[in-house]
């Protein structure tokens, strides 16, 4: 983390007293360590918040959960299952755009369309950021070719807060927790104010044992229609 970093007034006010705790000093000198030893950090530093920033707190409708960074170079760019315009998509998020394509034909959907599509080569998720989807990792920093490599360094706790603050501050937010590493993260949030979906996660290892055809693309632009919210248009891909 440095001073080029950028994350939205919203966000700022509300963690400040995380940027001060213990673990978060600890983990900036965890960062300056790495780069004072030349190891390649992803995403670059205005990038590291770069979900909370794309996705004020007040204007947080879904909240979709992943681990940690794509570690391989031009990938991350600090939204999760995303990657940057012109990167090909990641085999999960490939799996993600099919879910989505055949859950959301139908016209009878919020949103679906029969002659809708995410059209061939797209991957880039800022706008569905921009909608009100934050597209968070639990852990907001890798090291260049070592996946999980910044695990238990203090970001779990950091984004434990943010889950938090949006179940406490927030209503009527559906939260898309694929796979048990995100169901565990997510069980502290309250059913009875939020919608909780959960599916086995979009990886090739994992999608046929029930990602696929769960759809939960429909079923969160129903619940977020049903009480007032503007649907997501999850075909919005760059």
Sequence with gaps: MNDRVTLDPSWKQALSDEFDADYMVALRQFLVTEKRARREVYPAGPNIFAAL????????KVVIIGQDPYHGPGQAHGLCFSVPPGI?????????????????ADDDVPGGGYDRGIPPGK?????????????????????????????????????????????????????????????KKGAIVDRSRHC???????????????????????????????????????????
């Excluded at 920033?53 to 947080?60: A, C, E």
């Excluded at 999960?92 to 989505?100: A, G, P």
């Excluded at 950021?129 to 070592?146: F, I, M, P, Y």
């Design 53 to 60: 920033d794309s996705t004020p707190l007040d204007r947080v």
């Design 88 to 104: 090909p998509a990641p085999p999960s998020l490939v799996n993600i755009f099919q879910e989505i394509n055949d859950d959301m």
């Design 196 to 238: 909780v979906l959960t599916a086995p996660h979009p990886s090739p290892l994992s999608a046929h044992r029930g990602f696929f055809g769960c759809r939960h693309f429909s079923a969160t632009n129903q619940y977020l229609v049903e009480h007032g919210v503007l649907p997501i248009n999850w075909f919005d891909v760059s």
């Design 123 to 183: 991957a880039c998720l800022t706008s569905w950021a921009e909608q009100g989807v934050l597209l968070l990792n639990s852990v907001l920093t890798v090291t260049k070719g070592r996946a999980g490599s910044h695990q238990g360094k203090g970001w779990e706790t950091f984004t434990d807060r943010v889950v938090e603050l949006i179940n406490r501050e927030r209503d009527h937010v559906v939260f898309l927790l694929w796979g048990s590493y995100a169901q």
